[in-house]
């Protein structure tokens, strides 16, 4: 399986482009439309969705793995964000790039494609509730 994967570099420069077009695309959303639900975590809102986007690497960083990948893990995530505006979650994101960008390359494959597909999963979901076109640098 692994010989369809793409190098650990290509992951990381993916996940680093993905991160930018994600920010930009969080900076213009509204209080209002932060509120809309995403079509495929109909649980969750744009905020929701997103707050779990920063959340997986803000717990990769602190080692809050219990639970790994299962609802109960996302959803601490969430809840944990709650009351956070999406300003704040951009700048948790931001704080934690540099260093969740060291660990990025340890994380061994085939959980790194994973990580990747669960954030482009989630990339396309907020544009798809915000009724954004998918960013020409995909």
Not at 23 to 29: E, G, Q, T, W, Y
Not at 90 to 102: D, P, Q
Not at 118 to 123: C, G, I, K, L, V
Request: proline share 5%.
């Amino acid at each position: 399986m692994s010989e369809h994967l793409l190098s650990v570099q290509q992951v990381c420069d993916a996940y680093s482009e993905l991160r930018i077009r994600v920010a930009d695309l969080m900076r213009s959303v509204s209080s209002e439309q932060a509120l809309t639900g995403v079509p495929h975590c109909p649980q969750w809102t744009v905020k929701d969705c997103f707050a779990h986007m920063v959340g997986v690497p803000e717990d990769v960083i602190n080692g809050q793995m219990d639970g790994v990948a299962t609802d109960a893990w996302t959803d601490r995530q969430v809840q944990r964000h709650k009351l956070d505006s999406v300003s704040d979650l951009l700048t948790i994101w931001e704080t934690n790039a540099a260093v969740f960008g060291k660990i990025l390359p340890r994380i061994p494959q085939p959980v790194l494609s994973q990580f990747m597909f669960d954030q482009t999963t989630h990339e396309h979901d907020i544009r798809a509730a915000l009724g954004e076109p998918r960013d020409q640098r995909l």
